[in-house]
């Protein structure tokens, strides 16, 4: 009996240990995994088609029939960590902005180089069509973002 409560003991503390760690709220998807920032969220509510994360900042909603797992972790997914605009680089209504000259580089969630193209001339838009909807790494010079389609 006495081993049995110790076990159960050493389980919850360990249990709470890496709750302690945990920082970010994961919500992962087929097509892309984003973390929120534990201390950002209020509270996460269910409806029949969504899941709301209800933050400081307002609210996030992922597609309940979509959502794989959601977890907390130490770090953030890297995509989700990626922000959404850069200063030259720009995803606004389906066209990809180009503000700067230099080689453009498209990566799929998974990692892979999908698209390359020479920036010749500021302000260039960039036709994304030919990409499945989903998420999506753009890189030029130093500049990265992630994209959804």
Do not use: W
């Not at 794989?68 to 990809?96: C, D, H, R, W």
Request: glycine share 6%.
């Amino acid at each position: 009996m006495k081993t049995m409560i110790f076990s159960v003991l050493m389980f919850l503390s360990a249990t709470y240990a890496g709750a302690e760690e945990a920082r970010y709220l994961t919500v992962t998807s087929a097509t892309q995994e984003q973390s929120v920032e534990l201390a950002t969220v209020q509270k996460i509510t269910f409806t029949a088609d969504n899941i709301i994360v209800h933050t400081t900042a307002g609210e996030i909603s992922f597609p309940l029939s979509e959502t794989e797992k959601m977890s907390f972790t130490a770090t953030p997914a890297s995509i989700g960590a990626l922000p959404l605009q850069a200063e030259g680089l720009q995803y606004v209504n389906g066209q990809l902005i180009v503000s700067k000259c230099g080689l453009l580089r498209i990566y799929d969630a998974s990692g892979a180089l999908i698209q390359v193209a020479q920036i010749e001339k500021p302000q260039t838009e960039v036709r994304l069509d030919g990409l499945a909807p989903g998420m999506y790494i753009v890189s030029i010079g130093e500049k990265t973002i992630k994209i959804s389609k």
